[in-house]
């Protein structure tokens, strides 16, 4: 018996050697020239006009097509200037209606053709399409026409003058090979074979997708800005948080978008073999105080539609304590529905310390008194309390919620928190069926884009708590229009006024830590487009 | 035989049909929307809102859904996953098998191996140290959390000594020339980790069943019978005691079976092992209607099987079953 072992053992240790020494190196060669990343979320097809705007497709698209221009480092999404030139080569203004751009004739897609104005227009005229994608045809409401001049030149018209024309132009969408697009119908491009195996005009190439698992990309030799770095990107799809985790940390993976959340920083902070990378985000958390009914939306908000009460609960809660003990030096608090990124960001704002007495006394004021000494404020035999939803796959929502509930407890209002599987949350979250709910935005660069959600015209839509103040809708059309420097102050003074309103607690506004394996230097992370540098990075040898 | 067989299959493809009608009844009436994980942390417009549902038909009422459901699923079409659209179902569902298969395989049997062995063992040494000792351990594991002995495991043999890989089936950047010996290493250091720890967790139900079955067969007249006839007493033990001490084992290998395809929802996930346990529960978690109803139906087909073959194995192995 022993001897059949030993002779086992030893047949397989002569077919494994020859083969597999050589292989072994090849394995670390590649394993060395590639970035691994792991994400929590899918990438399902990186053509953002054919499915949901989830960040993970976004992130796929950074890697594989470029778009004209790109917002500078500023994030000023205001004007012709902060941008930086990447398909297009340079723009020129006709009139205040007209953009024309010149496309670097270098650039061609990853199957040889070059990319011409032709591209950018079809891509422009797709995403205008409320057929093909409702959402951006709402952005891309102001543009009038996009046409291609000849093969370098493309002309997009507006509809109006205002100083964000050229991030509408740019921002949205990036152009799509037209040669392989143009001839799928639009209903069928969700199916159709680009939407399985894309072929881009930026640094990386499609290789393979395995459903739920990963994503393969290759690097594009050809590609016309310079030969990129990491010779293949594998992005994992790994759902579980621990799993995540525990891929980086035993070095399987190399990059991890991480929680904002002090105490998952700190263990990625612990081994020295990860360098945190803080990264402005353009995400805000907040509560959102329902001002309808849920149980009839047709009617105010028995509680909530009373401005006071939402006054008093912003006072009464420490915001800043809350954020320093659950986010520590990874997060502040906003003003308003303003992200940390914002170039319309007031950098004096400091939130207001919290008040519980006054709390106490501004519902006094309103009729809420303590009258059974419950411990619970009530008016007219009904007491002051509230649920808050939230959704149970977010740790820090879980962690703010429990402080919400005891802070409020102690100026008299009973929050009764309600952890809900994501995909209840979100079906409560539209049908307005909350009193209180916790919400995680990752808003457009441009201020505009709280026309979204804090407009009377995004009620129903995006504006979930139906939050309305005509004076904010002013305010916004005016900002939209102004030149750089007026709109600056009209978008503060938007923020200020919808701060006032208190449609929400404004809680959080993050800094992304990203956790990088030490092998990796030149490390450059794009708050815009947080992989559209990857091309440029040294992997080094795996330790 | 064979009419008691037929009766038996179509009992279970009977309770097959009412379980898929009730799936497909109860997974729409739960809360959730499908469109939540979709949405991702970018917010989406009702009309876009919308334009999704009606590509995935959840725009339809529920008998117009079931009808669809229906007419697909007898030209063998599952329909579309939502969370990985356009991808098939049956595409998925095929392309996770084999991983399912090959842990739940494993598991099953290093459980029922080792479990069989050490249950003897118990009870041939019955009272003694090593008997109560393995029952304190197995007991010990069997009370601990699949999900937290996995995350503990995979921390100190994956991060701390860094001798296995902590997550996946394979190691995603193995070379396409590799031969068959390092793809098969490879996927066997990966299958260490969740293989262990579910064995751990399931390892005690077995040797308790077998420890018991066995300790009744052994005061029994024929096992004494068969000492006095002078038989060697490994003899006795496995040819006669054994034996007959089997069949509790058979009857929770039955019932363990489903395994093979289900896997274990935690550890899959804490493994990030790609089985049908793992997507099962993400389609969950997105109310991915078309993937949970291909997965449970796998399952409950799996779980049939299961009765039906422990079935005839009690009628393979007891002729007292088969004389009555």
Known sequence: MRHVSRSTLLALCLLATPAGVPLATAQANTRQETVVIVGAQEAATPIPTLLGNTAANMAVTDLMFLPLARIGRNNITSGDKDFIPQLARSWTRRDSLTLVFELDSRARWQDGVPVTARDAALALNLARDPAVDPQRALLLQLVAEATALDDQHLLVRFKEAYDEQLYDAVYHVSPLPAHLVDTVPRGALGKSAFASAPIGNGPYRWVRRVPGQQLELTANDQFFLGRPGPRKVLILTVSDAEARMNLLLSGSADVLQSSAMIATVSRLAADKRIRIYPMPSFSVGYVSFNQRDPADLGRPHPILSDLAVRTAITMALDRRGMVQATFGPWASVPQGPIPQMSWVRDPGYKPAPPDPAGARALLRSRGWVDTDGDGVLDKDGKPLALGLNYPSPSAQAGVLALQIQEQLRQVGIRIEVNRLEGSVWGERRNAGAFDLDFGQATMDPSPAGMVQTWSCAGRGGSNKAYYCDPKVDSLLALALRAPRKEALALYRETVRTIAADAPAVFLFTTTTPMAVSDRIKNVELVPVAPWSAVWRWSPGPVP | ?324
């Open chain 2, 1 to 324: 035989m064979t009419r008691w067989l037929l009766r038996r299959t179509a009992q279970a493809v009977l309770t097959f049909l009412v379980v898929t009608v009730l799936l497909f009844v109860l997974m729409r009436l739960t809360p959730g929307d499908p469109l939540q994980r979709l949405e991702g942390d970018r917010q989406m417009s009702a009309e876009e809102s919308a334009a999704l549902r009606r590509r995935f038909g959840i725009d339809q009422p529920m008998g117009a859904q079931f009808r669809t459901f229906v007419t697909g699923a007898l030209a063998g079409d599952l329909g579309v996953s939502i969370e990985h659209y356009p991808t098939p179902v049956t595409t998925l569902l095929v392309s996770r098998l084999p991983a399912s298969l090959l842990l739940g395989g494993t598991v099953l049997l290093l459980t029922f191996g080792i479990g069989i062995v050490l249950g003897v063992f118990q009870a041939v040494h019955r009272g003694r140290r090593a008997d109560r000792w393995l029952t304190r351990a197995s007991l010990t594991l069997y009370a601990m959390p699949s999900f937290w002995l996995g995350l503990v495991l995979a921390w100190y043999f994956g991060i701390r000594l860094q001798l296995l890989p902590v997550a996946q089936m394979h190691d995603p950047l193995l070379s396409p020339d590799a031969t068959w010996l390092v793809r098969a290493g490879d996927v066997l250091r990966h299958l260490i980790l969740p293989a262990l720890t579910l064995t751990a967790v399931s390892i005690a139900a077995v040797m308790h069943y077998q420890r018991t079955a066995l300790l009744e067969v052994l005061r029994l007249d024929f096992v004494l019978a068969a000492r006095a006839r002078g038989l060697p007493e490994r003899q006795v033990l496995w040819r006669h005691a054994w034996r007959n001490a089997l069949f509790p084992v058979v009857g929770l290998f039955g019932l363990w079976l489903p395994i093979l395809v289900s896997g274990s929802v935690f550890v899959e996930q804490v493994f990030n092992w790609p089985g049908l346990g793992h997507l099962a529960a993400d389609a969950v978690g997105a109310r991915d209607y078309p993937v949970i109803l291909g997965t449970a139906m796998l399952v409950s087909a799996q779980v049939l099987l299961g009765g039906v073959l422990a079935d005839l194995a009690y009628y393979a192995l007891d002729p007292r079953v088969r004389r009555a």
